[in-house]
């Protein structure tokens, strides 16, 4: 939103004497029109002598208000909107697959916890793979800690005996950004966002953009935390909603990792990242690994449309590392 | 010739004596499902759910709201619902209209099984309506036993309306009040108002209070101003349309108490200072917006002994206004909130 003169171009009403109305009662912005009540506003025009112009200058701006909001839509659309463009991806993993009904759906966060070594980077990569070689789409993979691996992922597509051709075509699919901090986070977003709403107005279709892997997200999140300052939870805040945003509006699966930490008192452990993270994925899992029997267990924290507390267990392939 | 135009328009009547006595009926009381069911509810009310995430805060809205789309009668079938219109704004960004479609179809079935009495079969396609993979199945299924109808037209009585920060809130409780007056030209009323969940953006808001242009008394973008403008926007609304209003609050800070209740009461009952069992963030605009209070904690896992699986307990307590008793429930498999002892 910007000052209320850029506004004048498209809408004349909005002219100097307007403006000088407004800015004498502490209004330069659209935001600062927000936060007035606007009835009060219409009350102090209604003194001033061109009266009528100025009030029709406030309606006019609660129309582009109205312009700009999101559209109020009823449950049957919504239930359209979801068949039609939110899909389920196979995380590649039968056992997830099931327990999620599914697996990842677009549209939605879904964070994977667990502790170091319990294979979250393993469960990323293998998704990628399923992603860009099941479903043919492109995935973006944000590597914060140079863990992502190429050869890896390669041993994921049909098992390690594909075809070249085959390898070669699902791997071009896949671009993994190396990113190190949370400014760089938000350019890196910012910037595919851009282009996602170019390539959705050229109607390009083709491998359009279907996974979006965070591989680890709490990494570039605490170093930003602590104290009692509110900037570090602010920053955390925005990113969230901004992947939910990415994640709805262009219908992206987003996969996020997060590690745990020990809670003290009892010894056990929690996922990273405090209590205002919990409001931020859609779809919470918990991954732990019983290195003994190489047994792999992952559960449901939190679910929006599925109990918390199901489980799937599954043998590891780790070895092939 | 115009002034006597305003002075008819201001003489004439508001409205009828029938039509005033169908709308003071209709603003009566209701109540609402379990575990809400202890205090009745009127338009005008503000109620704040408070609560960790998960603790069913969400599944507790949409059983509401499939409690004021029904109808209270539909071809002779009793569903006991309000037929009003429900807004719904989603600020946590993640409502799932899966489960309020899952959740209404249930409520449809059991309604007819009660009506009609030899809907028994019903039971197995309502079990098994979470598998997307067996969907299909129920779906056919099911068309014989629920009025397709019936349900979309509940449906549409789900409005929906997503904000993911401050400013899109703020523009949309502007812009309210036309859109509302818009969808009840189609028949219904709005009967709720529901915010999931109302701190939301606490901690962007609050970043942006420390970054406020403090010159000459420009009103900033703080905290305190934005949540005083959306309570005042909220009466404005309230103000022309009977609203229940119910809001969810996600609690932001661990908690230091006791999770265990018992030990809560002894506490509470020894000082009556009344400290809330969480830190309170809201700013004191919307606290006193808040007419009742509910608080609900997660109370360790009831395990069912039919199967191994165990289901998460919540216990929800009233703080406003105080009711001594706690409410304990669990979340089944059909999405259902079932009070248990």
């Not at chain 2, 934005?226 to 609304?237: A, H, N, R, S, Y």
């Not at chain 2, 661990?254 to 969480?278: C, G, I, M, V």
């Not at chain 2, 699986?309 to 498999?333: G, H, K, N, T």
Request: hydrophobic share 40%; proline share 3%.
């Amino acid at each position: 939103m910007a000052p209320l003169k850029h506004l004048e171009m498209e809408n004349p009403i909005i002219d100097a004497s307007f403006r000088d109305f407004c800015s004498s009662h502490g209004i330069l912005t659209v935001e600062d029109f927000l936060i007035h009540d606007l009835y009060e506003l219409a009350a102090f025009a209604e003194r001033q002598v061109d009266a009528d112009r100025l009030k029709e200058g406030i309606t006019v701006m609660l129309s582009l208000l109205e312009v700009k909001c999101r559209p109020l839509l009823n449950g049957m659309e919504l239930l359209e909107d979801l068949q039609r463009n939110k899909h389920t991806l196979s995380s590649g993993d039968n056992g997830t697959d099931s327990l999620l009904q599914g697996g990842l759906r677009e549209g939605q966060v879904t964070e994977l916890v667990g502790p170091s070594s319990s294979g979250k980077t393993q469960f990323c990569m293998q998704a990628a793979a399923s992603v860009a070689e099941k479903q043919e789409g492109s995935v973006f993979y944000i590597d914060t800690g140079n863990s992502f691996s190429a050869r890896r992922i390669a041993q994921f597509i049909c098992g390690s005996s594909a075809a070249a051709a085959l390898q070669k075509r699902v791997l071009s699919r896949i671009s993994c950004h190396t990113v190190y901090d949370i400014y760089t986070m938000f350019d890196t977003l910012q910037g595919l966002e851009v282009a996602l709403r170019s390539q959705e107005q050229m109607n390009v279709n083709e491998c359009r953009l279907r996974l979006l892997i965070v591989d680890s997200i709490s990494s570039l999140i605490t170093p930003i935390l602590g104290g009692s300052g509110s900037q570090g939870r602010a920053l955390m805040v925005a990113l969230g909603y901004l992947l939910k945003k990415l994640a709805h509006e262009h219908n992206i699966a987003v996969l996020v990792t997060n590690h745990t930490v020990g809670a003290g008192e009892n010894g056990k452990t929690k996922p990273a990242l405090g209590e205002t993270w919990k409001s931020i994925p859609h779809v919470r899992l918990m991954l732990s690994r019983d290195n003994r029997n190489n047994i792999c267990t992952i559960s449901i924290l939190k679910h929006t449309s599925m109990l918390s507390g199901q489980t799937v267990t599954r043998k590891d392939n780790q070895q092939c590392l | 010739m115009r002034e006597h135009e305003a002075a008819r328009d201001w003489i004439r009547s508001d409205e009828t004596a029938k039509q005033m006595l169908s709308r003071v009926l209709g603003d009566r009381a209701f109540l609402l499902l379990p575990p809400l069911h202890r205090v009745p509810l009127r338009a005008g009310n503000v109620v704040e759910i408070t609560g960790s995430s998960p603790t069913a805060k969400t599944q507790i809205l949409i059983q509401a709201a499939i409690a004021c789309i029904l109808p209270k009668t539909w071809n002779g079938v009793h569903y006991g619902g309000l037929e009003k219109l429900v807004l719904f704004l989603d600020l946590d960004c993640r409502f799932d209209v899966m489960r309020l479609s899952d959740m209404l179809k249930h409520r449809l079935l059991e309604a007819n099984r009660i009506g009609n009495g030899a809907w028994w079969q019903l039971e197995e396609s309502s079990g098994v309506k979470n598998c997307r993979g067996a969907q299909d199945k129920s779906k056919s299924k099911s068309k014989i036993v629920y009025d397709e109808e019936l349900y979309v037209s509940c449906m549409k009585r789900f409005l929906y309306l997503r904000c993911y920060d401050s400013l899109e809130l703020l523009s949309s409780l502007k812009t309210l009040h036309y859109r509302i007056r818009l969808q009840e030209a189609c028949g219904s009323q709005v009967g709720v108002l529901m915010i999931d969940s109302i701190g939301a953006f606490h901690w962007t808001d609050r970043l942006s209070s420390s970054l406020a242009l403090d010159k000459n008394n420009r009103k900033s973008l703080s905290l305190t101003n934005v949540v005083e403008t959306i309570v005042q926007e909220m009466k404005k609304l309230m103000r022309v349309h009977s609203l229940v209003v119910i809001a969810t609050k996600a609690t932001i800070y661990e908690e230091k108490y006791p999770t265990n209740e018992n030990n809560r009461k002894l506490s509470s009952n020894n000082d009556k200072a009344q400290q809330p069992p969480f830190r309170e963030f809201m700013p004191s605009s919307w606290q006193a917006f808040v007419t009742h209070k509910i608080f609900i904690r997660k109370s360790g896992d009831h395990h069912q002994s039919s199967g191994q699986q165990s289901l998460s307990a919540y216990s929800l307590e009233w703080l406003q206004p105080q009711l001594s008793s706690i409410d304990r429930f669990i979340v089944d498999d059909v999405s259902k909130l079932d009070p248990f002892k």
